[in-house]
């Protein structure tokens, strides 16, 4: 039987006292392009920061490859939400996309030249090789995503999170990451996509986890985009559910 990439089981997390999600468990295969969809407040975010250990949980074990984040975070990439970011660092593009290397550098070894000539071609895998020598607060909200893609595609990993990747960010630079992510979907990675934008989900990704607070639905995404499921968890709270054939 092939190992799960990730396995969540009743997981729990709360802020102040408030539950903010709530045995949430799933497991997915290696391979796929999830999307985190719902409404704002469903605990997406959460969820995905939960998943790596970066906010404290309640309750409920995951697992990576059935192993845990400890044991595994080298093969793990994390793209955060672009205002969790100092975009005033004194730092290059270059030197940022560098910094995905340092993982598998070892303690106290510098990188090396293969790691700079590897790092320039992940800039110009997400075609911004043109700007490596500029600061990073420099660049428009698009370059500025894809320069953080490409220092993910610099760490080598076997799963990759996302976190709200396309806000404020330009059609062009859009479509240049979502390319890019299928692309590391058909090698047999595995993408999460913390995402707002429904319009774009059935076409994006293969599968999704449709949140609100719970798990209202999880699997491929025709079993999951659908009027009837939506509505559990959006409840009419967006404005085009006619269009998705919803009554409400």
């Not at 949430?24 to 998943?51: D, Q, Y």
Request: charged share 25%; glycine share 8%.
């Amino acid at each position: 039987m092939m190992t799960s990439a990730i396995s969540v089981q009743h997981l729990y997390v709360s802020y102040h006292g408030n539950e903010a999600i709530k045995d949430i468990s799933f497991t997915l295969a290696p391979g796929n392009l999830v999307g985190i969809i719902g409404p704002n407040g469903a605990g997406k975010s959460t969820l995905l920061k939960a998943l790596l250990n970066l906010i404290p949980r309640d309750k409920g074990d995951v697992t990576f490859f059935d192993r845990t984040i400890a044991e595994i975070r080298k093969q793990i990439a994390y793209v955060p939400q672009r205002n969790d970011i100092d975009w005033t660092f004194p730092i290059t593009v270059l030197d940022t996309v560098l910094l995905g290397t340092y993982p598998k550098l070892g303690l106290f070894k510098r990188p090396k030249k293969s790691d700079r000539d590897w790092s320039y071609h992940c800039l110009e895998r997400v075609g911004m090789e043109a700007f490596s020598q500029r600061q990073i607060g420099e660049l428009s909200g698009g370059q500025q995503q894809r320069v953080f893609l490409a220092r993910a595609l610099a760490q080598q990993s076997e799963i990759f999170f996302l976190d709200e990747p396309f806000v404020g960010v330009d059609l062009a630079s859009e479509e240049t990451i979502i390319s890019i992510l299928k692309h590391l979907k058909e090698s047999g990675k595995t993408i999460i996509v913390v995402h707002h934008d429904l319009n774009k989900a059935s076409s994006y990704f293969n599968q999704l986890i449709l949140l609100n607070r719970e798990l209202v639905g999880f699997g491929p995404v025709e079993d999951v985009f659908r009027p009837d499921i939506l509505a559990k968890a959006y409840r009419g709270e967006f404005s085009f559910m006619k269009e998705l054939g919803v009554s409400l």
